[in-house]
């Protein structure tokens, strides 16, 4: 990575590169060294018209694109990180109304690293969605 970026640059570039990321609208606040992610509500996020919840696979990729870019901020790697596998919790129906994310690195090595990420709206201590994931660092 360049030296002349800094961290919110370099990941507004990762974040650039991926489509599904322009799709969501989904982007990212950087304060110090805490990263929080953000999907703004939209209506094709409505998995469920009759109830106004929002749709699981919308919820999860939101929750993995945020791991993904913790990993990017933490780790030292010049490609995204690739998943390998990932598990999410919906813990309560997530309402027609921003989402906010954050991610901790669990372990980080020089291959691959663990990480957990936690999603919720109006308060932080009743999260929406929990993941845990491991992902393959893209390091040359």
Same mark, same amino acid.
């Given at each position: 990575?360049?030296?002349?970026? @800094?961290?919110?640059? !370099? =990941? ?10 322009? *799709?969501?609208?989904?982007?990212? /606040? ?35 694109? @945020?791991?993904?870019? !913790? =990993? ?10 690739? *998943?390998?596998?990932?598990?999410? /919790? ?40 929990? =993941? ?9």
């Amino acid at each position: 990575m360049s030296e002349t970026l @800094t961290r919110g640059e !370099q =990941l507004e570039g990762f974040l650039a590169r991926v489509p599904i990321v322009q *799709t969501l609208g989904m982007h990212c /606040d950087i304060k110090g060294d805490d990263m929080t992610a953000v999907l703004p509500y939209q209506d094709k996020l409505i998995g469920n018209f009759t109830i106004k919840a929002l749709h699981g696979g919308a919820i999860g990729t939101f929750l993995e694109m @945020t791991a993904m870019a !913790q =990993l990017f901020i933490v780790a030292d790697v010049e490609r995204p990180p690739r *998943t390998i596998n990932i598990t999410v /919790d919906y813990l309560r129906q997530g309402r027609a109304e921003d989402l906010y994310a954050r991610a901790t690195v669990v372990k980080l090595g020089r291959r691959m690293a663990s990480v957990r990420a936690e999603a919720w709206q109006s308060e932080r201590d009743k999260p929406v969605a929990a =993941l845990l994931g491991h992902f393959l660092l893209g390091r040359d």
